[in-house]
C-alpha cells in the first residue's frame, strides 16, 4: 500500500517558510515554460513563418478563440490569465505522469491556490470593467433576497473548482500508483493513458470555468 | 490532512509570475506578430476590394456604355430612315407631278394631234362629199335646174335695196353684165333675165353669156364691182364651208364617224 | 467495531453509492448529447463542448465522494 496521496512532502526549509513538492516542481514547469515561450518568440516573422513558430500562433490563436467563444467577447485582455492557466494546468497534468514527479495539482493546496487566483481576478476585472457599485449591485440580482446566496456561491464555485481539479489529478494518480503496487510492469500503461486524456480535459473544464466566471463578472455573459 | 497555507501562498505568487512571465515572452509577441499580419492581409484585402471596386465601376461604365449603343445606334438609323423616307417621298412627288406634266402635256398633244388629223379628215371628207354631190350633179339635167337658179338670182337682185341697186348698176348704160351659166343658156331665158335685170336696174343691160360647166347648175351675175352666185357649185362650196366650221367647232364621235 | 472499521466501510460505502449516481446521470447526459448532435451536426461542436463541461461537472460527485473516502482512508479527523 502507498503512503496518503493527500500529505505534500516538505522538501526543504526556507527560513521559516516550509517549501513543499509541489512548489519545487512548479518552479521546474514555470522555469521551463518561460525559458522555452522565449526561445520559441525569440524570431518571429510576419512573412514565412517557420514551424515553430506556426505552433505557437496555432496554440495562442487556438486559445484565444475558445475564451471568446466561452465568454462572448474580445479575449485578447483575458487571455494572459486565461491562457497561462490553461497551459500551466495542462503541462502540470501531464507532468504526473513523468516518473520521479508528482503533479502538482495533485496537491490541494495548487488546485486551491489556483482556484483563490480565479475567484479573486474575477472579482478585481469585474470592479474594474463595471465599477465597483454596478459590480455590487450585481450580486443584488434578480432580487436582493438572493444576495447572501449569491455570495455564498462565489465562494462555493471556487471551492468545488479546486476539489475538482485536486480529486481528478489526485485520484487519477492514486489509482496509478496502486495499480502498480499491485500489478507491475504494463498494467497501469492504460490508466496513464487514460490519465492523459483527463488531464487535458480537466486542464481545459478548469480553464472553461474560470473564464466563465470572469466572464459571469464582467457581465459579459449571464453569471452562471 | 494538513493545508499549507505557505504552499497555497507560495503557488499563488507562483501562478502570477507564470502570468507575467508567459505575458512578456509569449502571449505579447506572438499577438503583435499575428496583429501585424492580419494588418498586412487586411491591407492587401483592402488593395484588392479597391481594385476589384475599381474593375467593378469600369465594368459598369462599359456596360452603361455598351447599353447606350443599341440606342444610339436605333436613333441614328431612325433619323436615316426619316431622312430617306422624306427624299423619297419628295423625290416621288416631284416625279410624279413631272410625270402628270408630261401626261398633260402628251394628252394635250395627243389631243390636238386628233383634232388636227379629225379636221383634215373633216375637210376630206368635206371635199370627197362636195367632189361627190359635183360628180352626181354633173349627170343631172342641168337646163332644167339652171332656171329656177336664174330665177331665184334675178329674184335677188330685184330684192335688193334701192342703193344697192344703184351701186351695182354703177352709173353707166348700158350695164354690163356678165352671166356666167353652166350650161349654154337658152335665148327665151337669156332675153327673159335681160329684161328683168333692166326693169330692176332701170337702165339697158348688155348681156355677156359665159358656160362653165364648173358651176355644176345655176348661174353667176357678175357685175363691176359684186357677184350674184345662184350655183350649186356656190351651193356645195358653202355647204362645205359651213360643215368644216360647224365639225370644227364641235368635235364629237358622230362627226368622226 | 472500531473507528477503522467504522471508517473503511463509510469509505466503501461513500464511493460505491456515490458512483451510482454520476454514472446514470453521465449516461443521460451523453444519450441527450449524441440525440442532439445527430438532429443538429452543424452544433457538434458547442454540444460536444457543452456536454465535456456538464460531465466534468457530474464526475466531481464522484469525486467528491472519492475525496471523502480518502479523508476517511488517510485523514481521518476521528482515528
Known amino acids: ?224 | ?257 | 467495531m472500531d473507528v477503522h472499521g467504522i471508517s473503511i466501510l463509510g469509505a466503501a460505502l461513500a464511493v460505491s453509492v456515490g458512483a451510482i449516481g454520476p454514472a446514470l446521470a453521465e449516461g443521460r447526459a451523453v444519450a441527450a448529447a449524441m440525440e442532439a448532435i445527430a438532429r443538429q451536426p452543424e452544433a457538434a461542436n458547442t454540444l460536444s463542448r457543452t456536454l465535456f463541461v456538464g460531465l466534468a461537472m457530474i464526475e466531481t460527485m464522484a469525486i467528491y465522494c472519492l475525496v471523502i473516502a480518502l479523508l476517511l482512508l488517510f485523514a481521518n479527523p476521528f482515528a
Request: glycine letters at 6%; zero cysteines.
Open chain 1, 1 to 224: 500500500m502507498t503512503g496518503s496521496p493527500l500529505t505534500t512532502p516538505v522538501v526543504f526549509l526556507l527560513g521559516p517558510v516550509p517549501v513543499t513538492l509541489p512548489v519545487v516542481v512548479t518552479w521546474g514547469l514555470m522555469a521551463a515554460m518561460a525559458l522555452g515561450s522565449a526561445l520559441a518568440a525569440r524570431r518571429l516573422r510576419v512573412e514565412r513563418p517557420g514551424p515553430v513558430q506556426t505552433v505557437l500562433e496555432l496554440v495562442v490563436e487556438t486559445l484565444r478563440r475558445q475564451i471568446a467563444e466561452t465568454m462572448q467577447t474580445d479575449a485578447t485582455p483575458f487571455l494572459p490569465l486565461l491562457g497561462t492557466l490553461f497551459l500551466y494546468l495542462a503541462i502540470a497534468n501531464l507532468s504526473g505522469l513523468v516518473p520521479g514527479l508528482k503533479a502538482p495539482t495533485a496537491s490541494l493546496e495548487t488546485a486551491a491556490a489556483l482556484a483563490l487566483v480565479v475567484l479573486l481576478s474575477s472579482q478585481a476585472l469585474g470592479i474594474r470593467r463595471r465599477g465597483l457599485w454596478a459590480y455590487l449591485k450585481g450580486f443584488a440580482h434578480p432580487t436582493p433576497l438572493l444576495l447572501p446566496l449569491n455570495l455564498l456561491s462565489e465562494l462555493t464555485r471556487a471551492f468545488s473548482l479546486s476539489i475538482r481539479l485536486f480529486g481528478n489529478v489526485m485520484s487519477g494518480e492514486f489509482v496509478i500508483a496502486i495499480v502498480l503496487s499491485l500489478a507491475g510492469l504494463f498494467v497501469p500503461v492504460p490508466l496513464m493513458a487514460l490519465e492523459l486524456l483527463l488531464g487535458l480535459v480537466q486542464a481545459y473544464i478548469f480553464t472553461v470555468l474560470a473564464a466563465v466566471f470572469i466572464g459571469g463578472a464582467v457581465g459579459t455573459i449571464e453569471r452562471g
Open chain 2, 1 to 257: 490532512m494538513h493545508i499549507d497555507g505557505w504552499t497555497i501562498l507560495l503557488q499563488a505568487v507562483n501562478f502570477l509570475i507564470l502570468v507575467w512571465l508567459l505575458r512578456r515572452f509569449l502571449y505579447r509577441p506572438v499577438l503583435a506578430v499575428i496583429a501585424e499580419r492580419q494588418a498586412v492581409t487586411e491591407q492587401v484585402r483592402t488593395e484588392a476590394e479597391a481594385a476589384r471596386q475599381a474593375a467593378e465601376t469600369a465594368r459598369r461604365d462599359l456596360e452603361a456604355q455598351r447599353t447606350a449603343l443599341p440606342a444610339e445606334r436605333d436613333r441614328l438609323i431612325a433619323a436615316a430612315r426619316a431622312e430617306a423616307e422624306a427624299e423619297r417621298t419628295a423625290l416621288l412627288e416631284k416625279a410624279r407631278t413631272e410625270a402628270d406634266r408630261a401626261l398633260e402635256e402628251s394628252r394635250g398633244r395627243l389631243a390636238e394631234e386628233r383634232e388636227q388629223a379629225l379636221a383634215a379628215l373633216r375637210r376630206q371628207a368635206a371635199e370627197l362629199g362636195a367632189a361627190l354631190a359635183a360628180r352626181l350633179l354633173r349627170d343631172a339635167p342641168a337646163d332644167v335646174l339652171t332656171r329656177p337658179l336664174l330665177d331665184e338670182a334675178l329674184a335677188a337682185v330685184e330684192g335688193l335695196s334701192d342703193a344697192r341697186r344703184h351701186a351695182l348698176a354703177n352709173g353707166v348704160a348700158p350695164v354690163p353684165v356678165h352671166v356666167v351659166a353652166a350650161n349654154s343658156l337658152p335665148a327665151e331665158d337669156a332675153t327673159r333675165a335681160g329684161d328683168r335685170l333692166a326693169a330692176a336696174l332701170g337702165r339697158p343691160v348688155a348681156l355677156d353669156v359665159v358656160e362653165d360647166s364648173s358651176l355644176i347648175a345655176g348661174v353667176e351675175l357678175h357685175f363691176a364691182h359684186s357677184v350674184v352666185r345662184r350655183s350649186w357649185k356656190q351651193t356645195l362650196a358653202e355647204a362645205k364651208e359651213e360643215m368644216t366650221r360647224h365639225d370644227s367647232a364641235r368635235v364629237d364621235a358622230d362627226a368622226v364617224a
